[in-house]
T-cell receptor, first 115, second 115 residues
Framework: DAMVIQNPRYQVTQFGKPVTLSCSQT?????MYWYQQKSSQAPKLLFH???????NEADTPDNFQSRRPNTSFCFLDIRSPGLGDAAMYLC??????????????FGPGTRLTVL | AQSVTQLGSHVSVSEGALVLLRCNYS??????LFWYVQYPNQGLQLLLK??????LVKGINGFEAEFKKSETSFHLTKPSAHMSDAAEYFC?????????????FGKGTHLIIQP
């Protein structure tokens, strides 16, 4: 089945220690997104790639970076995690540019704990 | 900027009763609207979406929603609740102007099903 896969499902890191979260897709979609979802809150868009074009949200901290080496994979790098970065990180994909009626398909998420 | 308001962070209904989850949007033009469901420790799954083709939209698992422009609403309903419907429900809006943003989510409504 075509799907969005996130690894690992649970990640524990130490305060200030860089961490990378992984997302892969078999849908061959053009767009990949990263959302941050804190406990009992709505998902918040951090950034997205349309193909190789990177689009950063204005309020995404510089501590968060992303890479998309090919169509299938996208990574979220947190350079110096703080306690406030503990959250569920959701990867999503869509075929077309954001802003239309295209459905976004979500992975199961990676829950990040910062000690 | 667009926004979505979901009235009631928690809604409790009895099994077999009507489910009504409220969503109101704030936008200068009618946006595209989505309802997603999130089960514990999982990603988001699309229930249904409004794309301006029809005001009454039917989705999966017996859910439907009606777009009412005069009320700027897109409430989600299901005639008869099932225990398996217990989950977090998010209303989301997309910019029909083709903006670069992803989805803007409401804060979510936690649906509790009483036996």
């Amino acid at each position: 089945d075509a799907m969005v896969i996130q690894n690992p499902r649970y990640q524990v890191t130490q305060f200030g220690k860089p961490v990378t979260l992984s997302c892969s897709q078999t849908l061959n979609h053009n767009v990949m997104y990263w959302y941050q979802q804190k406990s009992s809150q709505a998902p918040k868009l951090l950034f997205h790639y349309y193909d190789k074009d990177f689009n950063n949200e204005a309020d995404t901290p510089d501590n968060f970076q992303s890479r998309r080496p090919n169509t299938s994979f996208c990574f979220l790098d947190i350079r110096s995690p703080g306690l406030g970065d503990a959250a569920m990180y959701l990867c999503a994909t869509s075929r077309d540019r954001p802003g239309g009626t295209d459905t976004q398909y979500f992975g199961p998420g990676t829950r990040l704990t910062v000690l | 900027a667009q926004s979505v308001t979901q009235l009631g962070s928690h809604v409790s209904v009895s099994e077999g009763a009507l489910v009504l989850l409220r969503c109101n949007y704030s936008s200068s033009v009618p946006p595209y609207l989505f309802w997603y469901v999130q089960y514990p420790n999982q990603g988001l799954q699309l229930l249904l979406k409004y794309t301006s083709a029809a005001t009454l939209v039917k989705g999966i698992n017996g859910f439907e929603a009606e777009f009412k422009k005069s009320e700027t609403s897109f409430h989600l309903t299901k005639p008869s609740a099932h225990m398996s419907d217990a989950a977090e429900y998010f209303c989301a809006v997309s910019d029909p102007g083709g903006g670069a943003d992803g989805l803007t989510f409401g804060k979510g409504t936690h649906l509790i099903i009483q036996p």
